[in-house]
């Protein structure tokens, strides 16, 4: 089946700092979605990016279909946006059966 | 209203019990779909209903039983749980199953099995 790798695993940054979060998957893919899970565990719809680039206020992404990754920016981070971030992915098959990703844990220091 | 409710939020339960989590949208959608997490994991599928048919179980065990009664609601009926049971459920809904839509995620319920 698909692999969904994410890097990297564990991010510490200070408040206002920028990052980059990767999805990396081995298949070629119908419907690629980025979340963040609170802390007390909602997963929270970022984008919904098979291809192309994104934005949504200090977050944007980029998915490069043809060389299977995507990359999540944050910008000027703030402390809500601690969390783990997830990739999903759907390949193949009619049914929107969502592959996560293995995570990004995420903590945004005042 | 992209919202998906989940109840309850907390649930602890002895391994001999039988209890429901439910699952409700009202964004018309017509899938739904649950995932189990357990602590420091992604969520991992475990059944898909479209249009009202289960279309998809992930050789879960029987002790996890689904049932969606109509398009807007979904529950997960649980007898006889296991200790490595425990982790949070997640309901979600996308509009028609296919593998190109939006899936929304509930709060999840979280699940302790004693």
């Known amino acids: 089946g698909i692999q969904v790798e994410q890097s990297p695993p564990d991010l510490i940054l200070q408040e206002g700092a920028n990052s980059t979060l990767r999805c990396n998957f081995s298949?070629?893919?119908?419907?690629l979605q980025w979340f963040h899970q609170n802390p007390w565990g909602q997963l929270i719809n970022l984008f919904y990016?098979?291809?192309g680039t994104k934005q949504n206020g200090r977050l944007s992404a980029t998915t490069v279909a043809t060389e299977r990754y995507s990359l999540l920016y944050i910008s000027s981070s703030q402390t809500t946006d601690s969390g783990v971030y997830f990739c999903a992915v759907n390949y193949g098959g009619a049914t929107n059966k969502l592959i996560f990703g293995t995570g990004t844990l995420l903590a945004v220091q005042p | 209203d992209t919202e998906v409710t989940q109840t309850p939020k907390h649930l602890v339960m002895g391994m001999t019990n039988k209890k429901s989590l439910k699952c409700e949208q009202h964004m018309g959608h017509r899938a739904m779909y649950w995932y189990k997490q357990k602590a420091k994991k992604p969520p991992e599928l475990m059944f898909v209903?479209?249009?009202?048919?289960?279309?998809i179980n992930e050789s879960v065990p029987s002790r996890f039983s689904p049932e969606c009664p109509n398009s807007s609601l979904l529950n997960l009926h649980l007898h006889a749980l296991q200790p490595e049971d425990s982790a949070l459920y997640l309901c979600?809904?996308?509009?028609?199953?296919?593998?190109?839509?939006?899936?929304?995620f509930g709060p999840g319920t979280r699940l302790t099995v004693l």
């Open positions: 209903y479209s249009y009202e048919k289960l279309s």
């Open positions: 990016i098979p291809s």
């Open positions: 979600a809904s996308s509009s028609a199953g296919t593998g190109f839509d939006t899936q929304y």
């Open positions: 298949d070629s893919v119908n419907n």
